[in-house]
């Protein structure tokens, strides 16, 4: 009988050999093995923001708490489980001098990995174990001459694939076993690329698409303050990526503190309002990158748009709304975009207990859609301080995004995030962290800039 090793194995099935003597009574028939345990993997320092799983294997995505004045570069680590999740995953980091900022798993088991120095990208493509088949930098000529909408003076560095606020401005998504890259450049624009692969000559190149010209992006800044709990403080140059089983392929920006609308507007000929400055914008393409047009979210205050997933037969694009100027006004939004479909979408709020937001979305069996986050925090009106505590956020919610139920979770101490979701052998896996910093938790004591973070399997009671 095999057992957990550490803090994660599966148990194995025990295989009782039947005595064979003589006579005619049958042999004595042995119970079946129990169940394994569920999986649980509990990790100090680190918080699991993404998890993405197969038949055989999870993969999760590990973030270090980083100080504000570092969020720029985040410092992230890919773990790959075992073969059935069994035994402690294999830890792969950055190459010196790089930032890991994504991965996609593949149908073969196989993963491609990007990483990020201030100026350049990097892929990688890894076995279904973790092991490096290939690496390859990353070139995009065209970008340093794709348009900017302003006076071109402001760009600091427009030759980057990079802009120069931050790192994290680029995102995977697979696509069977090649894969699509977005990211934002120097010049501020945003570029989708199809990315053919073959193990003979590596990741190349299928089509590029302008998503968005390059538009002018104010910063954000806080007077105090040691951490970023959201991320919100350079959210307007992240963008989110996804793709559909058919090929299909979707990306939402934020559209607060940009120029992102009336470039949009001017570049693409379409219908926008100039001065929309609240909301995202959400892109579509075609498997052979097809423009199908942009929709239009906007949520008239300010918001973040922080998931993008596809869920059956549209997309889920959601994250947090500023519904009202109090301590408590921030609620999480879901968004449920068709296929195809561009113009103007509608969204659903979510009202729970004190603020809100929403990380991640996934589709039920049956439908029902589960959606993951934070609840119970409250934030400066005026500003950006987050408070300490936080619960974990699960609810299931309808087909067309309604509230069903609020599923518990146990919440550790002082803030607690629930970042992701992935079916796993009949159940969930979930992502997040406990014990995390508020914005000020460690003004005083750096060691307090820490958190705990956790793979967890759930299952839904009326599974």
Known sequence: ????????ALAGLGLSACGGGGGSAPPPVEPPPPPPPPLQLAVNGRAVVKLRSSASRWVGLVERARPLEERSRPERELWVSGPQGQGSPRVLTAEAGRSLLDFALHPSGELSLLQASDRALFLQRRSASGDLLHEQAFADPQAASDPFMDDPLQLRDPTALLPHTTRDAARLAPLGEDLALAFRSGRQAVVLHRLGWRAAAGFEPQWRRLVEPGVAIGAR????????????????????????????????????FTELAAGHGAYFGEPIDPELRTGALLTQYAPDGLRLGSTVLNTQQRSEPHALRWVGTRWALAGRVRSQQTAEGWDAYLALLPAGAAGVAQYRVLQLDAGELIFDVAAQADGRLLVAGVSGYTQNPAGASI???????LAQLDAEGRLLQRLALPAGPRHNQLRSLSPWQGAWLLGGLADGPGTHSADADPSLLRHDGYVREWRAASA
């Open 221 to 256: 800044f806080v007077t105090s303050g040691s951490f970023d709990p959201f991320k919100s403080l350079d959210h307007q140059w992240r963008l989110l990526l996804d793709s559909g089983p058919q090929g299909q392929l979707a990306v939402a920006l934020s559209l607060d």
């Open 387 to 393: 408070s300490e505590a936080a619960n974990p956020l």
């Open 1 to 8: 009988m095999s057992r957990r090793q550490g803090l994660l």
